[in-house]
């Protein structure tokens, strides 16, 4: 990347001021009548100035400088570098760098790895790994699907995020250990085996779907009753407590159920493209997490009319019990119990849970509680919080048994791209609309920042001209097809100097340039979003220039199949990170 070098240049310049600073920000301005790159560094060393005291930083920094004086200092050490075509100083001391042509070619189309390939004594070194420096071990904790509930649209987007997120991570050279933490003991599961005790087992050969159904619906109308019914409440109450005893006249019923939700679960993990590296359970956890809190009463936790809770309010949070008057252990005495494994399990430096913003003042409470306990985690646990999902025709709930399944949203899906592939005269292809249908649903969550709440809108999910993901996968297979009309094989040489680029074709070079450091930009916030807005913006630059220019039979063929190539290899990566697959045709 020409953004390695520039940031090295501009570190040396600055050093030469006598001035330091440990970040330079280096950003990409969304017009490009400002500059391929541009920074604001002039203003943070100004206001670091103006936070010092009289005497002057350096010779170079005299008191009441503008950030405009700061600018053309920098520039003046700068001097002119040979991959820049122009630096420009604009309104409040932004520095505008414009690349070269030629360079930008370079860098985007040539291997950097192959110098014989590449222009000579060029003066700078550009890279396309985009590896951090700082390389961590992350544990990214995500799907969270408590046993005998259905999946829904709902629970889709911590599964979307998290594969997503392990996948930039692991681009950027972190090493990654994907966990499911699943909630088999508790309330909700005695709700579940009362619903199950009332509705009675079904009886025949029932598919994964038709088990999970059942549980669903069990789940439902024990939630129900709870709430409505001080009999039954008693009941699950009992139930409960019954449960965390092992009573074994409950254990054949409560491992049916149990076993017909984990291998409901396996199947839909496939279909996503997740593969766990472990899945934690609260019943492997709550003896843990139950004797941390009990040899910890006085120190970190206390009594409370029976109860044993965390006082939050000492901390600026707000108390939580941690184990109830009837002696069991909350969500919350089990987390403390599922954080010593997790670390025992993996040696991280950074834990990642995804779960829904609804829970932020838990983990806040949590995490203190477990930072007390274990000192060596402070800092290390981080709650990702994401917004509600609904669907544009209405409101589902899984308390109330009105969901939308995976399987409701997937057929759905599926029926209208295949409708779509009709009135385009497309053949109908079952396994591409399948890989469709699933771009769509994927990129249809993942184009939003996770805290933003989400209404699925099925024709704008599948559209083929704007912001979704089959156009992504359509625009990857249109350029990809001229690929295969022109037999390109990128074996051709290309001498970048002497070509006149077209607007068209310098704005996807352009992009392509900034694709690294939208990958980094999207692990360091957390937000696959990034590499989505990205994508479509490079979709439209390559539209835009297909429907202008003669690829194939054109006296600037080479270059045009290149970029194209560059369009596809990029698109096809990007998707990927978002765990969507680019099909060759559609």
Same mark, same amino acid.
């Given at each position: 990347m020409i ?9 040396k310049?600055i050093?030469?001021?006598g001035?330091k600073?440990t970040d ?7 017009n490009p009548k400002f500059?391929?790159?541009f920074?604001?560094v ?7 100035k ?15 400088e503008?950030p405009?004086?700061?600018a053309n200092?920098?520039l003046?050490e ?7 075509e122009?630096?420009e100083?604009a309104g409040g001391g932004?520095i ?7 360079i930008?070619?370079?860098s ?8 014989e ?5 060029r003066?700078f070194?550009?890279?396309?790994a ?8 992350y544990?990214i904790?995500?799907g969270?699907?408590n046993?005998?509930?259905?999946i ?7 599964f979307?995020?998290?594969e ?6 692991e681009?950027l050279?972190n090493k990654?250990f994907?966990?499911?933490y699943q909630?088999?003991i ?7 085996i009362?619903?199950i005790?009332k509705l009675?087992?079904p009886k025949g050969?029932?598919?994964?779907e038709?088990?999970?159904k059942?549980?669903?619906q069990?789940?439902a ?8 019914d001080?009999?039954?409440?008693v009941?699950?109450d009992?139930l409960n407590?019954?449960?965390?005893a ?7 019923i409560?491992q049916?159920a149990r076993?017909w939700s984990l291998?409901?679960?396996?199947p839909?993990?496939?279909l996503?493209g997740?593969?766990?590296d472990?899945?934690?359970f609260e019943?492997e ?5 139950r004797?941390?809190?009990l ?9 409370d009319?029976g109860?044993?809770i965390?006082?939050g309010?000492?901390y ?6 941690f184990?109830t008057a009837? =002696?069991?252990p909350t969500y919350?005495?089990k987390?403390t119990?599922l954080?010593k &494994? *997790? ?5 991280? +430096? !950074?834990s990642i849970?995804?779960?829904g ?7 806040r409470?949590?995490?203190?509680a477990?930072e007390m306990?274990f000192?060596?985690l402070k800092g290390?646990k981080?709650?990702?919080s994401?917004g509600?999902v609904?669907?544009?025709e209405?409101?589902m709930s899984s308390?109330s048994g009105?969901?939308?399944t995976?399987?409701?949203?997937l ?5 209208r ?5 009709r ?11 399948k890989?469709v249908?699933?771009?769509a ?6 184009k939003y920042s996770p805290k933003?709440?989400?209404i699925?809108d099925?024709e ?5 001209q704007g912001?979704s =993901?089959?156009y992504?996968?359509?625009t ?5 097809s001229? &690929? *295969?009309?022109?037999?390109?094989s990128g +074996? !051709?040489?290309l001498?970048?100097q002497?070509i006149n680029?077209e607007l068209e074709e310098r704005?996807?070079l352009?992009l392509?340039?900034?694709?690294d450091s939208?990958i ?9 979003n990034?590499i989505g807005e990205y994508l479509l913006?490079?979709?439209?630059a390559f539209n835009?220039f ?12 080479n270059?045009?199949?290149a970029i194209?190539a ?5 698109i096809?990566?990007?998707?990927d990170?978002l ?8």
């Amino acid at each position: 990347m020409i953004k390695v070098q520039l940031e090295k240049d501009l570190q040396k310049a600055i050093s030469k001021l006598g001035l330091k600073t440990t970040d330079i920000f280096i950003s990409i301005p969304e017009n490009p009548k400002f500059g391929d790159y541009f920074t604001n560094v002039a203003l943070q060393l100004t206001k670091q100035k103006q936070g010092k005291s009289e005497q002057p930083a350096s010779p170079s920094a005299k008191r009441g400088e503008s950030p405009m004086d700061v600018a053309n200092q920098i520039l003046k050490e700068l001097g002119h570098p040979t991959y820049l075509e122009r630096v420009e100083v604009a309104g409040g001391g932004f520095i505008n760098f414009f690349i070269k042509d030629e360079i930008l070619l370079e860098s985007v189309i040539l291997d950097p790895a192959s110098p014989e390939k590449n222009l000579k004594n060029r003066s700078f070194s550009p890279s396309g790994a985009r590896a951090q420096d700082d390389k961590k071990k992350y544990l990214i904790e995500y799907g969270h699907v408590n046993p005998l509930k259905e999946i829904h649209i709902g629970h889709l987007r911590t599964f979307f995020l998290g594969e997503s997120l392990s996948r930039i991570l692991e681009s950027l050279g972190n090493k990654v250990f994907r966990a499911n933490y699943q909630g088999d003991i508790g309330l909700h599961i005695a709700k579940a085996i009362w619903g199950i005790e009332k509705l009675g087992l079904p009886k025949g050969e029932l598919s994964h779907e038709e088990k999970a159904k059942f549980l669903g619906q069990s789940y439902a109308q024990g939630n129900k009753a709870y709430d409505e019914d001080k009999e039954a409440k008693v009941e699950i109450d009992d139930l409960n407590n019954r449960l965390y005893a092992k009573d074994q006249n409950l254990m054949e019923i409560y491992q049916l159920a149990r076993e017909w939700s984990l291998a409901y679960f396996e199947p839909v993990y496939n279909l996503f493209g997740i593969k766990y590296d472990h899945c934690f359970f609260e019943s492997e956890v709550e003896l843990e997490g139950r004797q941390l809190v009990l040899a910890n009463v006085g120190k970190v936790f206390e009594e409370d009319k029976g109860a044993i809770i965390f006082p939050g309010e000492k901390y600026g949070l707000h108390n939580r019990v941690f184990i109830t008057a009837a =002696g069991n252990p909350t969500y919350e005495a089990k987390e403390t119990g599922l954080a010593k &494994l *997790e670390f025992d399990t993996f040696n991280y +430096d !950074k834990s990642i849970h995804i779960v829904g913003a609804e829970q932020e003042g838990y983990f806040r409470v949590v995490f203190k509680a477990v930072e007390m306990l274990f000192p060596h985690l402070k800092g290390k646990k981080f709650h990702l919080s994401y917004g509600m999902v609904d669907i544009k025709e209405g409101k589902m709930s899984s308390r109330s048994g009105e969901v939308i399944t995976v399987d409701d949203i997937l057929n759905m899906v599926i029926d209208r791209v295949k409708d779509i592939m009709r009135e385009n005269r497309l053949k109908v292809d079952e396994e591409v609309a399948k890989v469709v249908a699933l771009g769509a649903i994927k990129f249809a969550y993942l184009k939003y920042s996770p805290k933003t709440n989400v209404i699925f809108d099925l024709e704008k999910s599948v559209s083929l001209q704007g912001d979704s =993901g089959p156009y992504l996968q359509y625009t990857h297979a249109r350029a990809n097809s001229v &690929l *295969e009309q022109s037999k390109y094989s990128g +074996d !051709k040489e290309l001498n970048p100097q002497g070509i006149n680029l077209e607007l068209e074709e310098r704005e996807i070079l352009r992009l392509t340039e900034y694709y690294d450091s939208i990958i980094a930009q999207a692990g360091k916030e957390l937000k696959p979003n990034l590499i989505g807005e990205y994508l479509l913006n490079l979709a439209k630059a390559f539209n835009l220039f297909y429907t202008k220019f003669p690829i194939i039979k054109s006296e600037k063929s080479n270059l045009r199949l290149a970029i194209t190539a560059k369009v596809v290899e990029t698109i096809r990566s990007g998707l990927d990170l978002l765990g969507i697959n680019a099909p060759k045709k559609m």
